[in-house]
């Protein structure tokens, strides 16, 4: 009901020959959407957390599991592999002294912090779809989303391995990319918008968000091994760092411009904001006589 009286607001406002038709209309409204939630600045600082509050999580799952397929999702993604140390030497197992004081205390207190990623995306919504704040009671959908989005890792490590079948297998690989993306960010959205966007948007969101990370990844797998050997040899780890930020900014600013640019397509008068809308009820409700309440 909202995205529809905004909808039938901005066609009666319209104004000037740029906003007389409805493709020039939404197109501004797309604009708009991207300077209103500050895309480059919520990006970065969503990159942060990934980085500081996500990352940490699934590496600390290689820790428990020993899984090789989330090292090679993590290779794939952003260019390194968490299991190989700085001197080519293998990474932290199970049966390390460290691991023992890392503990599972250590483990839970690394999930927790995860769950700012959650609230960071959680205010980025809200401004979005002008949503009310959250509280407490929410929490258990921060730990949700941060498991879901955890858990592509591993998943879209099962992509690498689809990649390597003759003939079919980067196509597959592909498409195998695209349906985790579009799961997983169809469920982040719905977890913490909390039934505040309909399903459609979230379709779409999904699918818009899916598109955009596939399209993303498919260069990085042409550029990011180069640009990351070069930042390893000129800075060594701190190359990586560098690189893996730059490369989650990129990542956020997908995820963070999809929904923007979903909101401002919802918003359309023409096909596409029909679609995504539903049925509109009506927007002002229907007002009686009291005098005729009860007259057959």
């Known amino acids: 009901m909202?995205?529809?009286?905004?909808?039938?607001?901005?066609?009666?406002?319209?104004?000037?020959?740029?906003?007389?038709?409805s493709p020039g209309r939404t197109f501004r409204r797309v604009i708009e959407e991207i300077v209103a939630i500050e895309l480059f600045?919520?990006?970065?600082?969503?990159?942060?957390?990934?980085?500081?509050?996500?990352?940490?999580?699934?590496?600390?799952?290689t820790i428990f599991t020993g899984g090789d397929i989330v090292a090679h999702g993590i290779d794939d993604q952003f260019g390194f592999d968490p299991a190989t140390g700085p001197d080519g030497g293998g990474g932290l197992q199970a049966t390390d002294p460290s691991f023992a004081a890392f503990g599972v205390a250590g483990l839970l207190m690394v999930v927790i912090s995860g769950t700012s990623f959650a609230r960071t995306l959680t205010r980025i919504y809200g401004k979005i779809w002008n949503m009310p704040p959250s509280g407490l009671n929410h929490a258990w959908r921060w730990m949700a989303v941060l498991f879901a989005v955890a858990m592509s890792v591993p998943l879209l490590g099962v992509a690498r391995t689809v990649a390597e079948l003759r003939v079919v297998g980067r196509p597959l690989a592909l498409l195998v990319e695209f349906a985790v993306w579009m799961f997983v960010w169809?469920?982040?959205?719905?977890?913490?918008?909390?039934?505040?966007?309909?399903?459609?948007?979230?379709?779409?969101?999904?699918?818009?968000?899916?598109?955009?990370?596939?399209?993303?990844?498919?260069?990085?797998r042409v550029v990011l091994p180069r640009i990351t050997e070069t930042a390893e040899a000129q800075f060594g780890q701190w190359g990586l760092v560098f690189t893996s930020i730059s490369?989650?900014?990129?990542?956020?600013?997908?995820?963070?411009?999809?929904?923007?640019?979903?909101?401002?397509?919802?918003?359309?008068?023409?096909?596409?904001?029909?679609?995504?809308?539903?049925?509109?009820?009506?927007?002002?409700?229907?007002?009686t006589d009291p005098s005729t309440t009860g007259d057959s």
Do not use: Q
């Open 186 to 220: 169809i469920l982040v959205p719905h977890l913490l918008t909390a039934g505040w966007v309909s399903g459609r948007v979230l379709w779409a969101t999904g699918a818009l968000t899916a598109a955009g990370l596939t399209t993303f990844r498919a260069g990085g």
């Open 2 to 21: 909202a995205l529809a009286r905004e909808a039938r607001h901005a066609r009666t406002e319209a104004d000037g020959w740029f906003e007389r038709t």
């Open 247 to 287: 490369w989650l900014f990129g990542y956020s600013v997908i995820i963070v411009g999809a929904a923007a640019v979903t909101k401002a397509l919802a918003l359309d008068e023409g096909m596409i904001g029909r679609v995504l809308r539903g049925p509109e009820p009506a927007l002002e409700p229907k007002h």
């Open 41 to 61: 600045d919520r990006a970065m600082t969503l990159a942060a957390k990934i980085f500081t509050s996500v990352l940490p999580v699934i590496i600390a799952g």
